[in-house]
């Protein structure tokens, strides 16, 4: 029932925002000039990936570590790269992955053996323009991603292919503000009997200007399938530079796993 729903909630979500964003051309919403569309959007600090997409020839670059604290456990830091590129067709690839660092080595020699650590597996994905035009005011893109097997350190090398899909929504407000939407799911293994083991994730956050350079990003999100994680993530941010951007984040989990989350990054577009 709670598969059906959502769903359906997503089917919904990507026809209501293809229809905002079939404008014509001559619809005073087309904005490419509007700083909303025109500064970086970059796809961290949180859970919510943004709908915006590289034009053809730009590239871009997010870096960022997160410190994770969770309520039960040790605690431990990863680090994540983000490569992204401009392809033709309204269609955007990218490359991301991570790597978990080292925990505080055990005193005790009885303690059991060492969390794993090292460089994580690989992940390959685009993004697929479904609006008609890439500036308007709504915007509706897909995102694909594969996370390959036998990719990354030994220690953290995954046994089968974990494949992922979203409906990304988002809606201009103003200028300058925008609201932005998530509706995703994921699966180890491409059998019929995982389908029943996915995840499911869905997101809304804003964010826009504050003073000056700085802005603000604010997301409510919750992730899986049986129980939830219900959480939030708040973040500030300074763009020194239209393709530049320097962001700090701070993240709590209320339900299911439980924790705090500590956070910052650098993104950078080329050309601007």
Do not use: C
């Not at 909303?36 to 961290?44: E, G, H, K, S, T």
């Not at 915006?52 to 040790?74: H, I, K, Y």
């Not at 053996?113 to 500036?135: E, H, I, R």
């Amino acid at each position: 029932m709670r598969t059906t729903i959502l769903l359906t909630g997503a089917l919904a979500l990507g026809v209501a925002g293809r229809t905002l964003a079939q404008a014509p051309a001559t619809d005073p919403t087309y904005n490419e000039e509007a700083p909303f569309v025109r500064n970086i959007r970059p796809d961290r600090p949180g859970q919510t990936v943004t709908t915006s997409m590289l034009r053809p020839g730009q590239f871009q670059v997010e870096l960022g570590t997160l410190r994770q604290l969770p309520a039960a456990g040790s605690a431990h830091t990863l680090s994540s790269g983000l490569l992204r590129v401009g392809f033709f067709n309204h269609m955007e690839l990218r490359l991301t992955q991570g790597y978990l660092h080292s925990g505080p080595r055990a005193l005790n020699p009885e303690a059991g053996p060492a969390a794993s650590f090292g460089l994580a597996p690989l992940t390959v994905g685009a993004k697929w323009l479904a609006s008609t035009n890439q500036d308007a005011r709504s915007q509706v893109v897909f995102l694909t991603e594969l996370t390959l097997p036998k990719t990354g350190d030994r220690a953290m090398q995954l046994a089968k292919p974990v494949a992922g899909v979203r409906a990304l929504v988002s809606q201009q407000i103003g200028q300058r503000y925008g609201l932005e939407g998530n509706l995703g799911f994921s699966q180890s293994g491409f059998r019929a009997a995982d389908t029943k083991q996915g995840q499911f994730l869905y997101t809304l956050a804003l964010n826009g200007p504050l003073v000056n350079k700085f802005g603000f990003f604010a997301e409510a999100y919750g992730t899986g399938r049986q129980s939830y994680t219900h959480g939030t993530t708040l973040g500030l941010n300074w763009r020194p530079l239209p393709g530049l951007r320097l962001d700090i984040t701070a993240g709590r989990a209320f339900t299911g796993q439980r924790g705090t989350t500590l956070g910052a990054g650098l993104s950078v577009r080329l050309p601007h």
